[in-house]
């Protein structure tokens, strides 16, 4: 090996690195594909099982163990809201457990509407998401005042777009033993 010219550095290193401990480095000049399968073949595990790499949820973030009941005992907080542009409309809800665990949840919007429409969207998309948990005490934030003073009942909805959303809003409402509403300047 020292004695070809082509060597490159990495061969040249292994060579001086392995002759410190009496190792002779014979470079194979080419290796058949059949002896490399025969080697293969012939060292075979019996409890061999195949690398699975279907990940159904790659797109999990973080995943928690609770003790059965758990969600009861304590309010949850379910902060929402809207960004909305010329362009398109966005939507984001926080479920934050009393433990301080945040779980970030967003949304795009593909039709047009109206600024509190999409606050109402984000809203009734935290409220899902909390049933979906089996979250029965729920404190809902939000920063358009008109559409909590609706959901508390301080408002009258008038705006045909937006009874709708008041009324899905109060049967999902249902489901819940408490929920109570605040607005966040």
Not at 40 to 46: F, H, M, P, S
Request: hydrophobic share 45%; aromatic share 12%; net charge negative.
């Amino acid at each position: 090996m020292m004695e070809s010219t082509a060597l490159n550095g990495r061969m040249a290193r292994w060579r001086i690195l392995l002759s410190e401990f009496d190792i002779i480095f014979v470079n194979q000049k080419a290796v058949k594909g059949s002896a490399i399968a025969d080697f293969l073949a012939n060292r075979t595990l019996e409890d061999y099982e195949p690398l699975n790499f279907d990940f159904p949820n790659e797109d999990l973030m973080h995943v928690v163990t609770t003790k059965e009941g758990a969600l009861e005992e304590y309010p949850w907080k379910l902060n929402f809201d809207e960004a909305s542009n010329a362009m398109d409309n966005g939507i984001k809800a926080v479920l934050v457990s009393l433990d301080g665990d945040h779980y970030l949840f967003t949304s795009k919007l593909d039709f047009d509407c109206t600024n509190n429409m999409v606050e109402y969207e984000a809203c009734i998309m935290g409220i899902r998401l909390a049933i979906e948990r089996k979250i029965n005490v729920l404190k809902v934030y939000g920063d358009s005042a008109l559409v909590i003073y609706q959901l508390k009942g301080d408002c009258e909805t008038i705006d045909p777009k937006l009874i709708y959303y008041r009324r899905l809003v109060l049967e999902l409402i249902k489901e819940f033993d408490d929920m109570t509403f605040y607005y966040l300047l």
